[in-house]
């Protein structure tokens, strides 16, 4: 071995890159198998509304671009998901929200169900969908729970 204190130091610092690119490499693979036993969860609601939606085949791309722009211009290309009606509040919703005071979110299944204490009832137990006093759960996420009653949403935290 050469006694040139440059070639040590390049000696050097090329085994000190090869540890750490070893080291590198190592956590980088580790997180990619922690990465594959992590469960993939997929919204099923999504999936069967994309399903559901028809898609219109485009028009010939052999003809004019006149006439595409004329087949084209009569039609709705962006469709509302959803038509949300103007709502009066009558303050029965936040009446009644005072009843209830969410105690937890938890996974039962694929499925998340919220722990909501009613007023003089209990605690019930309930999923997206489901009614509790005169609401209708909406959406639950972590620490949230959206009811809506009468279509005037409010949300319930933790």
Do not use: C
Request: proline letters at 3%.
């Amino acid at each position: 071995m050469s006694s040139d204190p440059s070639v040590k130091r390049a000696t050097r610092l090329a085994h000190q890159f090869s540890i750490v690119g070893g080291v590198l490499a190592v956590v980088a693979l580790g997180l990619f198998f922690v990465a594959m036993l992590l469960p993939i969860n997929i919204d099923t609601k999504l999936v069967g509304i994309a399903g559901r939606t028809r898609i219109r085949p485009l028009p010939v791309s052999d003809q004019d671009v006149q006439q595409l722009i004329e087949k084209t211009a009569g039609t709705r290309l962006i469709k509302a998901s959803q038509v949300i009606a103007a709502v009066k509040d009558s303050g029965a919703a936040a009446q009644l929200l005072k009843k209830l005071r969410l105690q937890g979110v938890v996974q039962i299944g694929g499925d998340l169900a919220a722990y909501i204490q009613v007023e003089k009832q209990g605690t019930k137990t309930v999923r997206t969908g489901e009614a509790v006093l005169d609401f209708v759960v909406d959406r639950i996420e972590g620490g949230r729970v959206t009811l809506s009653l009468e279509g005037v949403a409010v949300t319930l935290e933790h």
